[in-house]
């Protein structure tokens, strides 16, 4: 994995060839490869062990190199609804706390308003508290409360731990805004909606993909909160958890390997989209 | 606008609403629920039994002290892997900062309980990493990482690594590089500039990182039930397993506001300590 990126060095290496008086060993530089090389470790176990024909039920040893699992990655019924589960139960979270989130942040970030002060220590213990926390209050709820849990309840939960960071991104960017484009835009006759609509929401846009990312990110990822308030209802760590005692088939490296790759194509996107913007 | 007082407060209505429903009223929930009495069969009553607190730390000091102890281990290992390669990103990592950054990121892609399984495979006992050492008589044949206390820190430190970075990074990254300059002007060598000059301007960002790191390791389950088999129990199993299998829910919950109360009494002496008295401004922008 890291070999691919070693192409990146390429401008410093040919600083490194001009004569200098005395070379330094950039210790920094090693350590911050050895440290990325450790995080990459067991991704890229999983990428490799993607490819391996497994002889019993544990893919833990290198027995020779197949695609079949690619060709079968959906063999799984209940895998394949576990996974189900978390795109839309993401999909969900990302368009409520979106939205939630970014009203709540252009308040904070444009308004003075009574209750701030308690607004912001309530996003920082939300987002301070321990997973663990935050589950086991909800699930004390929903049992207090006689409310069955499965998949409406793990909406619930994602929405709410995924609202403050929503929030915090898109005051970030509101903060940052000129007011003096929406005076302009007020001027040249807009109404307050009108105004938003045309000027403001294109303005907070990347602030509220941005938030809407990261709720989608959070949401899928999440074991620990999703532990405790899906009863029923399988997502795909919750799935692979459960695998772990039985064996975990080599779909599930394929299904791993296919989300990082997807990251990794989002993210290169962003980056050339962004070197162009610049 | 007609009333452009009441804008902020529509504002925040809707995610007040769900936050006060479902986080700040659970809280209370939770705290009423410990100091219950009674079992799943017959219900369970309000008798505002304070035994259970006692109960609860009585029975589960060990697994709490350890949590502690492998969440500040963490910690540490996370500045001490995380510090430098902030510092090296931040003032040497020119043109590529973004792309090393989201090197950095780039593992997190994949899910943390995917994550943390792929190391229990790595590193199990005759696996990809043990297994050849072995082999060429490396290793003792009975050695094993799996279900160690360092297999779960270093868990724990490698899922949590870029909550220290990224705090840390930023803080460096905004820093005045004249500062530095000036501090040699004024004939301080590298070390000096370093202790006197840089570490003081980054030491938010530490603050910031060692909450985002030490709060989340020290209630994790996870790694402790991926890597750490069953001798390196920490609090947050023993949290799940009171409330999901044994269903022992006034136990459960008061051991959660026991690891919280602790939480709690950490942040606010470390920030009493260190003098940051905007913790929530780092944290939260």
């Given at each position: 994995m890291s070999a691919t990126f070693e192409t990146t060095d390429r401008p410093v290496e040919r600083k490194r060839s001009t004569p200098r008086i005395r070379r330094r060993t950039d210790w920094g530089r090693w350590y911050t490869w050895a440290v990325l090389a450790w995080l990459f470790a067991p991704i890229a176990f999983m990428i490799v062990f993607s490819f391996n024909d497994p002889?019993?039920?544990?893919?833990?040893t290198w027995q020779g190199f197949t695609l079949r699992w690619y060709a079968d990655a959906f063999a799984y019924r209940d895998l394949n609804e576990a996974m189900y589960n978390s795109v839309t139960i993401a999909l969900l979270t990302m368009f409520v706390a979106g939205a939630l989130g970014t009203l709540l942040g252009l308040a904070l970030g444009r308004y003075d308003f009574r209750g701030k002060q308690l607004t912001n220590l309530v996003m920082f213990a939300a987002i301070s508290a321990p997973e663990v926390v935050l589950g086991a209050a909800l699930l004390s709820t929903f049992l207090m409360m006689n409310v069955t849990t499965g998949y409406w309840t793990t909406v619930i939960a994602h929405v709410m731990f995924c609202v403050s960071f929503v929030a915090i991104t898109v005051r970030a960017r509101v903060i940052t805004l000129d007011p003096s484009l929406e005076e302009a835009a007020r001027d040249l006759g807009a109404g307050s909606w009108t105004t938003f609509r045309l000027v403001t929401f294109p303005m907070l846009f990347p602030a509220i993909m941005a938030g809407g990312l990261l709720a989608f990110a959070l949401s899928i990822d999440d074991y620990i909160i999703t532990s405790f308030v899906s009863g029923d209802v399988t997502t795909f760590p919750l799935w692979i958890w459960g695998a772990t005692r039985v064996g975990i088939p080599p779909q599930v490296n394929v299904m791993g390997t296919l989300l990082f790759a997807v990251g990794l194509v989002m993210a290169v996107v962003n980056i050339v989209a962004a070197r162009r913007r610049a | 606008m007609r009333n452009r007082k009441l804008t902020p407060y529509v504002l925040v209505l809707p995610a007040w609403t769900w936050l006060a429903l479902f986080f700040v009223i659970p809280i209370g929930g939770m705290l009423s629920l410990s100091l219950t009495t009674g079992n799943v069969i017959t219900g369970f009553q309000?008798?505002?039994?304070?035994g259970n607190y006692v109960n609860a730390i009585g029975t589960y000091w060990e697994q709490i002290l350890r949590s502690l102890f492998y969440g500040g281990c963490a910690t540490l290992v996370c500045i001490a892997l995380g510090y430098p390669m902030a510092y090296w990103i931040a003032?040497?990592?020119?043109?590529y900062k973004t792309t090393y950054l989201l090197l950095l990121l780039l593992p997190f892609f994949v899910s943390f309980v995917l994550r943390t399984i792929s190391w229990r495979f790595f590193l199990s006992?005759?696996?990809v990493a043990l297994g050849p050492l072995k082999d060429l008589g490396?290793?003792?044949?009975?050695?094993?990482?799996?279900?160690t206390a360092p297999a779960v820190i270093l868990g724990l430190a490698y899922n949590f690594l870029p909550f220290m970075v990224l705090p840390i990074y930023a803080v460096l990254e905004r820093m005045d590089p004249h500062l530095v300059e000036a501090s040699h002007d004024l004939y301080a060598n590298r070390f000096r500039a370093f202790f006197h000059v840089i570490l003081p301007v980054s030491l938010p960002g530490v603050f910031a990182g060692v909450l985002m790191t030490f709060i989340p390791t020290s209630a994790d389950y996870v790694n402790a039930a991926v890597l750490g088999g069953t001798d390196n129990t920490m609090i947050g199993n023993v949290i799940r397993t009171q409330y999901l299998v044994n269903n022992n829910y006034p136990i459960a919950a008061s051991i959660t506001f026991v690891l919280m109360g602790l939480l709690l009494i950490g942040i606010f002496s470390y920030a009493r300590a260190l003098g940051t008295e905007r913790v929530m401004e780092v944290h939260t922008s």
């Amino acid at each position: 994995m890291s070999a691919t990126f070693e192409t990146t060095d390429r401008p410093v290496e040919r600083k490194r060839s001009t004569p200098r008086i005395r070379r330094r060993t950039d210790w920094g530089r090693w350590y911050t490869w050895a440290v990325l090389a450790w995080l990459f470790a067991p991704i890229a176990f999983m990428i490799v062990f993607s490819f391996n024909d497994p002889a019993g039920r544990h893919n833990i040893t290198w027995q020779g190199f197949t695609l079949r699992w690619y060709a079968d990655a959906f063999a799984y019924r209940d895998l394949n609804e576990a996974m189900y589960n978390s795109v839309t139960i993401a999909l969900l979270t990302m368009f409520v706390a979106g939205a939630l989130g970014t009203l709540l942040g252009l308040a904070l970030g444009r308004y003075d308003f009574r209750g701030k002060q308690l607004t912001n220590l309530v996003m920082f213990a939300a987002i301070s508290a321990p997973e663990v926390v935050l589950g086991a209050a909800l699930l004390s709820t929903f049992l207090m409360m006689n409310v069955t849990t499965g998949y409406w309840t793990t909406v619930i939960a994602h929405v709410m731990f995924c609202v403050s960071f929503v929030a915090i991104t898109v005051r970030a960017r509101v903060i940052t805004l000129d007011p003096s484009l929406e005076e302009a835009a007020r001027d040249l006759g807009a109404g307050s909606w009108t105004t938003f609509r045309l000027v403001t929401f294109p303005m907070l846009f990347p602030a509220i993909m941005a938030g809407g990312l990261l709720a989608f990110a959070l949401s899928i990822d999440d074991y620990i909160i999703t532990s405790f308030v899906s009863g029923d209802v399988t997502t795909f760590p919750l799935w692979i958890w459960g695998a772990t005692r039985v064996g975990i088939p080599p779909q599930v490296n394929v299904m791993g390997t296919l989300l990082f790759a997807v990251g990794l194509v989002m993210a290169v996107v962003n980056i050339v989209a962004a070197r162009r913007r610049a | 606008m007609r009333n452009r007082k009441l804008t902020p407060y529509v504002l925040v209505l809707p995610a007040w609403t769900w936050l006060a429903l479902f986080f700040v009223i659970p809280i209370g929930g939770m705290l009423s629920l410990s100091l219950t009495t009674g079992n799943v069969i017959t219900g369970f009553q309000q008798t505002f039994e304070v035994g259970n607190y006692v109960n609860a730390i009585g029975t589960y000091w060990e697994q709490i002290l350890r949590s502690l102890f492998y969440g500040g281990c963490a910690t540490l290992v996370c500045i001490a892997l995380g510090y430098p390669m902030a510092y090296w990103i931040a003032f040497k990592g020119g043109a590529y900062k973004t792309t090393y950054l989201l090197l950095l990121l780039l593992p997190f892609f994949v899910s943390f309980v995917l994550r943390t399984i792929s190391w229990r495979f790595f590193l199990s006992d005759n696996g990809v990493a043990l297994g050849p050492l072995k082999d060429l008589g490396l290793l003792p044949e009975g050695f094993a990482v799996l279900n160690t206390a360092p297999a779960v820190i270093l868990g724990l430190a490698y899922n949590f690594l870029p909550f220290m970075v990224l705090p840390i990074y930023a803080v460096l990254e905004r820093m005045d590089p004249h500062l530095v300059e000036a501090s040699h002007d004024l004939y301080a060598n590298r070390f000096r500039a370093f202790f006197h000059v840089i570490l003081p301007v980054s030491l938010p960002g530490v603050f910031a990182g060692v909450l985002m790191t030490f709060i989340p390791t020290s209630a994790d389950y996870v790694n402790a039930a991926v890597l750490g088999g069953t001798d390196n129990t920490m609090i947050g199993n023993v949290i799940r397993t009171q409330y999901l299998v044994n269903n022992n829910y006034p136990i459960a919950a008061s051991i959660t506001f026991v690891l919280m109360g602790l939480l709690l009494i950490g942040i606010f002496s470390y920030a009493r300590a260190l003098g940051t008295e905007r913790v929530m401004e780092v944290h939260t922008s």
